[in-house]
């Protein structure tokens, strides 16, 4: 107990130092456990959406014929070893609210159920009944038209035109996503639901269904449950499949987690720093004391330990308040992020994750900050110490500059890990980097007779205030690194579609794309070239882990001037022929390929039709199509491999690329009932490039929490430099020292610290932004340099350092002569 009641009484003694050191731990504890907490939230959010359009169904059955008899539900539903069951067809309609809406915004896709209350399903109806007649509209549909349950949607359906009630309004569910908004609607088909029999005939057809997903008992063997169900099941074109929730289909954000775990942990670095620092200076100036408690019989350990409660006691503060604000900076980081990709997404925090894991973060990085001056106060020597012998560094500085040079030799290892060494470089180099910029300010008259005196406090705790500048350059550094990901994935999106979107239109229908159907779009005045293609989803293995893409058929000839796919460092007819000649060889899309994690040559493990099945990996390539995670076969090979397959996407060339709208209202015209999705090549592009600028600023506000962390460790360093010299600017100002020229001198001080690292992390970055454009050429990442965060990054770094000799500038100024001369 006693230890703890001396750490607390030194930290209320130096009150200010430890309320800042306090402030900036629980920033750097708040920012971590938000973005903990958004990581997990986004990834059990995106799992969760995945089970519930699936229904947590185990297996599904499809039929290469589009619709096959109902009948197999019936037989299905009696299997002992299914504990539920459920039909599913999916049609096209259009709807008329008599408003201004446009041909592309009253596409409505209606899902026909056997069941609406089946334990497959979880829909909860806000108003109306789910046993009324009528659609069923999910909550944000219903208020973007206006409609409540009961009242008419006039629907447009090959039976003829007909007014349709709603049943009820149900709360947002994956399986009735539709469009956020009207614009969205340009893009995107509105979704409701209906009865099975309801679709069948409206649609006539009466009997059939699209898919039926099962879910079978929890008791039930899986082998024989498959056997049993499989003899139920007489038409050859029908097959089952079992579903694999594969959360890489739709969320591929792993380079967006890992920015936000640099950014986040970066704030946590930050904080332990300055904790070092105060703790450091605490050693330092507590020698005499350390020395004399050894003299009385205080042993290392003892030492140890009452520097060690002083950690503890400011990281459980910090951990006290920093957890509820990380509770509101998370809730602010969440609705940012998601609303930057669709506006409706509902969701619930997480933290049982990010809770556990920021309390142990929050009490061992501070632990292992204060490791060296800990051990540092337990070895102090009294006899030394007593003396006043001046300890020798000069040694341990050479040691630093010459690893420090060393490891910048690492970043031409032309290897991701050349960036680690970059930074661990530039670490080791910075006192000796602080003290040729202390030199040169000096040197050219820096502030005056003010900034030399500066310039000399500065050189005089060089170690303490080079920390804090290196990490004001390490964060602007990421800043400007992050910015230029950014900023080459803007200039890079436009490139990336042009070359993998396969035409000027993309279509997808409900129903095969027949030659029929592709002789009369090849009809339409303005539409240049028409093709249909083919895709499979299949599951891979990899990491003992079931997962699931989809291969793409490619035809040579279409993909010669128009492919889905391209490599920077190789022609198209060089992929074209590589793909034809071998029977079983596939690209992979950068992201499968990743995910897959082998080498070009090398084998990955598809599962087809419940057979396992090895293709050769002939090569990765960029592709926009499904964000990479997706592989890409020849078109022959294809149809040997999945013969069972039709085609339900095409692609269109225009003769001119102003005529995409008019193409796109000329295919919503012939095929009102058929077309499930049309994009132009311009709408795509809006779409890849809608999210960056919302998650860009979620990025810029936690790069600005970073900032204001360093600036707490600027104030920090600098209240404890002024702290150290009270008596020599008690001095000073007895001998005509103005308080101005004070307030002046710790001015320069900061500033030269935070032009320092400023100009040392525009540089860094730079440089970083380089090496990574070098060591990913094969990759859409280019050198590219944001003028807008640059001069943010400056403007920042010097407002933040100015900001922060405001306290102890004022604080030395205003420090009573007397007690300055007798400070010791």
């Not at 879910?215 to 079992?242: H, R, W, Y």
């Not at 800043?479 to 994935?489: C, E, H, T």
């Not at 600098?718 to 008596?727: C, F, K």
């Not at 007895?734 to 320069?748: L, P, R």
Request: charged residues 15%; proline residues 3%; neutral net charge.
């Amino acid at each position: 107990m006693m230890y703890w009641r001396v750490s607390w009484r030194y930290l209320t003694r130096n009150k200010l130092r430890s309320f800042y050191t306090i402030l900036s731990i629980l920033i750097g504890i708040s920012s971590i456990f938000a973005v903990l907490s958004t990581v997990e939230t986004a990834k059990k959010m995106t799992m969760e959406r995945l089970k519930l359009y699936t229904g947590n169904a185990d297996y599904s059955i499809q039929s290469s014929s589009h619709t096959f008899s109902g009948s197999v539900l019936d037989d299905i539903q009696q299997d002992s070893n299914v504990k539920a069951a459920i039909g599913v067809i999916h049609k096209q309609a259009r709807f008329d609210l008599g408003g201004p809406e446009n041909l592309a915004q009253t596409r409505l896709r209606i899902t026909g159920l056997s069941s609406l209350r089946s334990e497959l399903l979880t829909l909860e109806a806000v108003s109306g009944n789910l046993a009324n007649e009528g659609i069923i509209l999910p909550q944000t549909t219903a208020g973007l038209w206006k409609k409540n349950a009961g009242d008419l949607v006039r629907l447009q359906l090959p039976t003829g035109n007909m007014e349709v009630p709603v049943a009820a309004i149900v709360k947002d569910t994956p399986l009735l996503e539709g469009p956020s908004s009207w614009d969205e609607a340009s893009s995107k088909s509105w979704r409701a639901l209906a009865p099975l029999q309801t679709v069948q005939q409206w649609y006539s057809l009466t009997g059939q269904v699209q898919e039926i997903r099962i879910k079978l008992n929890d008791t039930a063997e899986e082998q024989s449950a498959l056997a049993s169900i499989g003899n139920k099941i007489s038409d050859p074109s029908v097959f089952m499949e079992k579903i694999v929730l594969d959360e890489k289909q739709t969320n591929q954000l792993e380079e967006l987690y890992l920015m936000l775990y640099a950014i986040g942990g970066l704030s946590m670095i930050i904080s332990a720093f300055i904790l070092y620092n105060t703790l450091y200076v605490s050693v330092v100036e507590r020698k005499n004391e350390i020395a004399v408690m050894k003299t009385v019989g205080f042993i290392p350990s003892q030492i140890k330990k009452l520097f060690l409660c002083e950690v503890l006691i400011l990281s459980l503060l910090g951990l006290i308040f920093g957890i509820p604000l990380g509770l509101g900076l998370a809730s602010l980081m969440q609705k940012g992020l998601f609303h930057s990709f669709q506006a409706n997404i509902s969701y619930s925090p997480e933290f049982a994750i990010a809770l556990p894991i920021t309390i142990i973060l929050g009490l061992c990085i501070p632990l292992a900050a204060a490791h060296i001056p800990v051990a540092y106060a337990s070895k102090i020597d009294v006899i030394a110490t007593l003396k006043q012998v001046p300890a020798q560094q000069k040694e341990k500085t050479t040691y630093r500059v010459v690893a420090g040079i060393v490891l910048l030799f690492g970043v031409f290892l032309n290897s991701i890990v050349s960036l680690l060494f970059l930074l661990a470089g530039v670490t080791l180099l910075f006192p000796f980097i602080l003290s040729l910029f202390t030199r040169f300010f000096k040197r050219i008259g820096f502030m005056g007779y003010e900034g030399k005196i500066a310039s000399n406090n500065i050189l005089r705790t060089l170690n303490r205030s080079a920390n804090m500048s290196v990490i004001l350059a390490f964060v602007i550094c990421l800043g400007l690194f992050v910015s230029s990901i950014f900023a080459s994935m803007e200039t890079s999106i436009e490139s990336e579609v042009n070359h993998s979107f396969g035409g000027n239109l993309q279509l997808s229908t409900e129903t095969p794309l027949t030659p029929e159907k592709l002789n009369a779009i090849q009809q339409f005045e303005g539409i240049h070239g028409v093709t249909a293609y083919k895709e499979k989803e299949v599951l891979w293995s990899g990491d003992k882990k079931i997962n699931r893409f989809t291969i793409i058929s490619a035809n040579p000839d279409w993909y010669q001037k128009h492919p889905l796919f391209y490599d920077p460092q190789r022609k198209n007819t060089d992929l074209l022929q590589l793909l034809k000649a071998h029977p079983n060889g596939v690209l992979l899309g950068d992201y499968a390929f990743r995910e897959w994690g082998g080498k070009a040559g090398e084998p990955i493990r598809i599962i087809r039709n419940n057979v396992p099945t090895e293709l050769i990996v002939l090569g990765k390539v960029n592709t926009s199509q499904y964000g990479g995670y997706t592989a890409f076969m020849e078109e022959s090979h294809f149809d040997k491999l999945f013969p069972e397959t039709n085609a339900y996407k095409g692609l269109i060339t225009v003769a001119d690329r102003a005529a995409e709208t008019s193409v796109k209202d000329f295919l919503l015209n012939t095929f009102p009932f058929d077309l499930e999705r049309v994009q132009t090549l311009s709408e795509e592009l809006e779409k890849q490039k809608r999210a960056l600028p919302g998650v860009k600023s979620l990025f810029n506000g936690l790069l600005m929490i970073s900032i204001a962390v360093v600036g707490i460790g600027i104030l920090n360093t600098l209240i404890m430099n002024v702290m150290d010299r009270m008596r020599e600017i008690g001095v000073m100002r007895a001998v005509a020292f103005t308080s101005g020229q004070v307030i002046t001198s710790i001015v320069s001080e900061s500033v030269v610290m935070g032009i320092c690292g400023t100009l040392m992390g525009i540089l860094l970055g730079i440089a970083m932004t380089y090496v990574n454009a070098l060591t990913m050429q094969d990759t859409a990442a280019s050198f590219v340099i944001s003028i807008d965060t640059l001069l943010l990054s400056t403007f920042s770094g010097l407002l933040i350092s100015l900001l922060a000799a405001v306290v102890p500038a004022q604080k030395a100024a205003r420090y009573n002569l007397g007690q300055a001369l007798k400070h010791d």
